[in-house]
């Protein structure tokens, strides 16, 4: 898919023509994670269909819609379903959302995702707030001719999670007894899981949690200099010593049962910023 300035406009108008009007935050929901929703007030909903250029969800448990409304008093969108590149999709399918909630007007994204814990000492269930990531997807979302019209092609990713929205999540938690874990959040293509040696790899090279997203998402909002903060919950624990087979259906049941404690996080930081 290349990328231009009129695809942007001809999906953010659909948008607005169906009362999408100028959202102050945007939500990327990950698998299993969709009971945010059921905290809008006065939703608008945009399937991917019918948005132009839009990319369509394949994942059977990603339903595939742009949600508005407001949130604890702030007007919101966000996207329940989202893309992956283990679909088939390429980097710009991927972030398309991303840009389309930018030009929408959205001030701040929030990301989450399910993941794996490659750092023992989290737990199924738990909940991370990402610091930092390692792209090992092998690639990346502003490899395309003329990303220089949408942003500076050379990002600066030394801190690409906003450090103010991290400390607010961080006291957020403290307050609520949510024993929120940190640490670092590495993407892989996927969709097979990782193998014993793999697993070894990952914790070398410094991931505490393992994943098939958020990453490229991240990566274009700091390109479009929009402040980003991500969560994983952890859905299944990664000792390469007394691995198990994963069933997808247990990851998600883990996702819902942990989701409570995201949408709490979530909420409380729309009523602070």
Known sequence: ??????????????????????????????????????????????????????????????????????????????????????????????????????????????????????????????????????????????????????????VDMSEPYDLEMRKKISLIAKRENINLQKGVYVAVIGPQLETKAEYRMLKIMGADAVGMSTVPEVIVANHLRLPVVAVSVLTDECDPDNLKAVDIQEIIKIAGEAEPKMIKLFNELIKEL
């Open 1 to 154: 898919m290349i990328l231009t300035e009129q695809q942007l406009q001809k999906s953010t108008d659909y948008l607005i023509s169906k009362g999408f009007n100028a959202p102050e935050i945007g939500i990327v929901l990950g698998t299993g994670l969709g009971q945010l929703v059921n905290f809008i007030e006065d939703p608008i909903i945009a399937h991917y269909n019918q948005i132009p250029f839009f990319p369509l969800a394949t994942v059977e448990f990603h339903s595939g819609k742009l949600i508005y409304g407001t949130i604890t008093g702030k007007k919101t969108v966000v996207m329940q379903g989202r893309f992956h590149l283990y679909e088939g999709y390429d980097y710009t399918d991927v972030t398309y959302p991303i840009r389309i909630m930018h030009k929408l007007g959205i001030q701040r994204l929030f990301v989450s995702n399910a993941a794996g814990a490659i750092n023992l000492s989290y737990k199924k269930g738990d909940i991370m707030l990402i610091e930092d990531h390692i792209n090992l997807q092998g690639g990346s979302p502003l490899t395309f001719g003329n990303v220089a019209e949408f942003g500076d092609r050379f």
